[in-house]
């Protein structure tokens, strides 16, 4: 029930609009157009600045002497749009309100609440230099709808009493009486008519201008504009246009403009001079190791693991090799011919390392003939799907249900690395955003669900076999490996480290709550680097998130078994960033399909209706 004060305040809000349309002898014909910019709050709900716009401007338009127009931003973004000096900032950007859109100036205001305190300040600011503000305080624990409409008009129509008499129109001179005519002919009623109102005017048009970047210039016969978009009323004429912006080859362009007309400008960037360099000369050194599976990195560069071929230039250069389980291998080289280095890495002390082993059955292995990216077969089986109520990290939408498919299918043994995704699309960047450039082994990443959608559709249609994004439920069957654990090697998180990328001890810079060992990445790894689950899969767990192709429920109802497109589907698997609770094979994570971040990849699986079980 609204309160006594709320409905007293509502009574007089009625009364006052029905004296206000009263204010006053008489109205300027026509009214004054005004803009009504946004106002300004401090300790109010944004939400609550659009409301009183809108009241502002019913009240405005309430008095007869103003007619709105609605411009978007408050008066400080306007000045800074049109690059206006500080000094008389307001009076410019009334002037430059009314050479855009023919307002005579604009109203601008500010609600502060401080303490139970509320003040609305009101301002005018007309092109033609007169300036008025107007306010009022009063007491409340929050600002509600009620109060607005109480008080707006009240501001408004200070504005009435104090600026209209400056904006009234002038009195026409009255017309002196006429002797009567000798002659009988009758007077012309035309002879009546005001003069003024049969003066034509020059005809205006809309010019439109748009251009390819942002924070450029524009002048239209040397007088600022502000950057694109920009709407002007010209008369018609010749006009000159220019455009410009740091960086980019100024435009210019003479029109003629006898009608509304929308120019788009494209400027280009000024190229860059090069100059050519003297030819490099290059050896090749050539390494090699006591262990496979490793990584070889020179100068922070990795190029894979051992054997590695690689030119190089003259000079110092840095190698390291690293591998689960192994001591980190670092040595400075001087590179002044083609040479070979064999490198023997050493077995980390006190670390065992659990071998999680295959099933039975062989692994089978194929390989697409576009990419030869590597799909293993998963076999048909049913498994209970989600995590028992006492598992450690457990979130609420992880209800446990038996599942069962009905067939297997082929599932990629690596995420889709960089490389994979660049021969989709060529002029795709490989570019980690908080974590330096990604070499072509590493998964891809900043890719949006639609963005994966395509790959699949891209491959399938050059190679003429059928791939698409994991359901939710063959996600999670793939990644258990016929294990029910927390983990595909058991619950315990001690030794995660050696089977997955995660938040380790090298992220505790970054903030984040991590585990105490080392998976010797930071940021994200190449495909391949810990050990893979029983099926032989890699990275089901930890280094990025993958998208599946089952929009996000949180409880279960059908959406994990299908492929579906929604506005919000389900990740899993966890990434380099996570903590151990969403390293899980039951973690899920819903997230919206537009989404692109460094930390988010996937990969694919070819379904296959009539194979081997």
């Known amino acids: ?18 004296l206000s349309v009263n204010v006053g002898a008489s109205l300027p014909n026509p009214p004054v157009l005004v803009a009504v910019l946004a106002l300004e709050v401090d300790g109010v709900a944004p939400s609550k600045a659009k409301v009183a716009k809108i009241l502002l401007t019913q009240a405005l338009n309430d008095t007869g002497y103003f007619q709105t127009f609605d411009q978007a931003g408050t008066w400080r973004v306007l000045a800074k749009q049109y690059r206006l000096q500080e000094a008389n900032v307001m009076l410019n950007t009334a002037k430059a309100l009314k050479r855009l859109h023919r307002v005579e100036g604009f109203v601008f205001g500010k609600i502060i609440a401080d303490g139970g305190d509320v003040f609305i300040t009101l301002g005018l600011v007309m092109a033609s230099g007169e300036m008025k503000t107007v306010n009022v305080d009063f007491s409340s624990p929050q600002l509600n709808t009620v109060q607005l409409r109480y008080y707006l008009p009240q501001l408004v129509a200070k504005f009435q009493r104090s600026l209209i008499p400056k904006l009234k129109s002038k009195p026409k001179p009255k017309l002196k009486p006429k002797s009567k005519p000798k002659s009988k002919s009758k007077i012309l009623t035309t002879q009546l008519i005001d003069k003024q109102k049969i003066v034509a005017t020059p005809q205006q048009y809309r010019l439109t201008i748009r251009s390819n970047v942002r924070g450029d210039h524009v002048r239209i016969n040397g007088m600022a504009y502000g950057e694109t978009r920009i709407d002007a009323l010209l008369k018609p004429g010749q006009y000159r246009i220019n455009i410009t912006k740091p960086g980019y080859v100024p435009y210019e362009k003479i029109l003629q403009f006898k009608q509304p007309y929308v120019l788009r400008a494209r400027l280009t960037k000024i190229p860059k001079k090069v100059t050519p360099s003297a030819p490099t000369q290059l050896r090749v050194l050539t390494i090699l ?33 690293e591998k689960v389980g192994y001591l980190p291998y670092e040595q400075v080289l001087e590179v002044s011919s083609s040479q070979e280095v064999y490198v023997v890495m050493r077995p980390m002390p006190n670390v065992a390392v659990k071998t999680l082993k295959p099933k039975k059955d062989k692994t089978k292995v194929w390989r697409d003939p576009k990419l030869g990216i590597e799909f293993l077969w998963v076999p048909k089986g049913c498994f209970d799907m989600g995590s028992p109520s ?19 299918f082929w599932m990629g043994k690596y995420e889709i690395t960089n490389a994979q995704y660049k021969q989709y699309k060529r002029d795709y960047r490989v570019k980690q955003k908080q974590g330096g450039s990604l070499t072509y082994d590493q998964p891809a990443v900043n890719l949006n669900w639609s963005d994966a959608v395509a790959f699949a559709a891209w491959l399938s249609e050059k190679t003429g076999q059928s791939f698409r994004l994991p359901t939710e439920v063959e996600w999670e069957y793939a990644a258990r490996g016929g294990t029910q654990t927390a983990h595909p090697w058991g619950d315990e998180v001690e030794s995660m480290c050696v089977y997955a990328n995660v938040a380790d001890i090298s992220a505790k810079d970054e903030g984040l709550k991590v585990l105490e060992c080392n998976d010797h990445h930071l940021k994200a790894a190449s495909v391949g680097q810990y050990k893979p689950n029983p099926y032989g899969l890699y990275d089901m767990l930890g280094n990025v998130w993958e998208w599946t192709c089952s929009a996000y429920s949180a409880t279960y109802d059908g959406s994990e078994v299908a492929c579906m497109d929604e506005d919000t589907m389900v990740t899993r698997g966890g990434s380099w960033s996570s903590e151990a609770r969403f390293v899980r094979s039951a973690n899920r994570y819903g997230v919206a399909r537009n989404s692109r971040y460094n930390v988010l990849g996937f990969r694919l699986i070819k379904p296959e209706i009539r194979a081997e079980q």
């Open 1 to 18: 029930m609204p309160s006594i004060k709320n409905r007293l305040l509502w009574m007089l809000c009625l009364v006052s609009s029905v």
């Open 289 to 321: 190791s006591n262990v496979v599976d490793n990584m070889v990195t020179i100068d922070g560069k990795a190029y894979g693991s051992t054997r590695v071929n690689v030119e190089l230039t003259l000079g110092k250069h840095t190698i390291q090799l």
């Open 390 to 408: 006492e598992e450690v990290g457990r979130y609420d939408d992880e209800k446990r249900h038996a599942m069962c498919l009905d067939n297997g």
